[in-house]
């Protein structure tokens, strides 16, 4: 099943929010509780989509669409200055986009072209901001699962070394510089840290899982949802402090995987 709820975590509790426009999945997330964009993404009506929508931490309301859609996407930055690239077509793309609102200068929103990723796939992780971001992980369709990190200055992806684990199906908190990488395929309790360009292993999960959702800071992280299995989602919210993750007691209201995850761990959306 595909829903339409939005939850919003205030640091001890999830709370239902506003009703999104179209039930989705694997599309990309980026901005802060109250202010966040969902870009792309599918569902069984019309498989994949190019629409995107803004959030004020009450309602959510249509956005210009993007120029090419896809699913199972990455997305950074703000809900005045964002980035998007690669995903699911299919079979997958290298196509970024970028998203600007000007408040000086009465100009309509608008997804324009960015730079093409080295290499093309889908289910990554993102973090950052649009003019200094990060990409990890992934996978092609069906292919090989690359490892590899790829930085975005605003205009052109470069590789940037490897993640030291599968980060396929993760999720990453962060910077382009200081974050943590927590879960993946398959249905691991792996997390992976950086700091500059090094990575090193991190705390592990104290549930297993892949397809998960995040946000936070490398010192500062919360990981929810998932899945734990091939079939079996989760609502288990975990906390990290970058050492160690420690079960929150409360629980997503919905049990879910192949969501979008943002803002801070003390406000965070799903």
């Not at 997330?29 to 599918?42: H, Y």
């Not at 030291?164 to 309790?189: I, R």
């Not at 500059?196 to 549930?207: D, M, Q």
Request: hydrophobic content about 30%.
């Amino acid at each position: 099943d595909y829903t339409t709820t939005t939850d919003e975590w205030n640091g001890t509790s999830w709370t239902e929010g506003g009703t999104m426009l179209a039930a989705t999945d694997g599309g990309a997330s980026m901005g802060i509780q109250t202010a966040g964009i969902i870009a792309g993404g599918g569902n069984p009506g019309t498989a994949i989509l190019n629409t995107s929508s803004k959030y004020n931490g009450t309602t959510w309301t249509a956005l210009p669409a993007i120029a090419t859609g896809r699913r199972h996407l990455p997305g950074a930055g703000t809900t005045t200055a964002a980035v998007i690239g690669g995903g699911e077509t299919p079979p997958y793309t290298t196509v970024t986009e970028e998203f600007n609102v000007s408040a000086n200068v009465i100009t309509g929103a608008s997804w324009a072209s960015g730079g093409a990723l080295n290499t093309g796939r889908m289910n990554v992780s993102m973090g950052g901001t649009q003019t200094d971001s990060i990409l990890i992980g992934g996978h092609l369709s069906a292919g090989p699962t690359p490892s590899g990190v790829e930085l975005y200055d605003g205009s052109t992806w470069t590789t940037s070394g490897t993640v030291p684990y599968s980060a396929d199906y993760s999720v990453y908190a962060g910077t382009s510089t200081l974050g943590v990488q927590m879960g993946g395929a398959p249905y691991a309790t792996t997390s992976a840290e950086l700091s500059g360009t090094s990575w090193t292993a991190g705390g592990s999960l104290n549930t297993g899982r892949s397809q998960l959702m995040g946000a936070g800071t490398q010192t500062a992280a919360v990981a929810f949802g998932g899945y734990t299995d091939a079939t079996t989602e989760t609502a288990v919210t975990e906390e990290y402090n970058g050492t160690a993750f420690t079960n929150n007691p409360n629980s997503m209201s919905l049990a879910r995987g192949r969501g979008a995850g943002f803002g801070i761990q003390t406000a965070a959306l799903c």
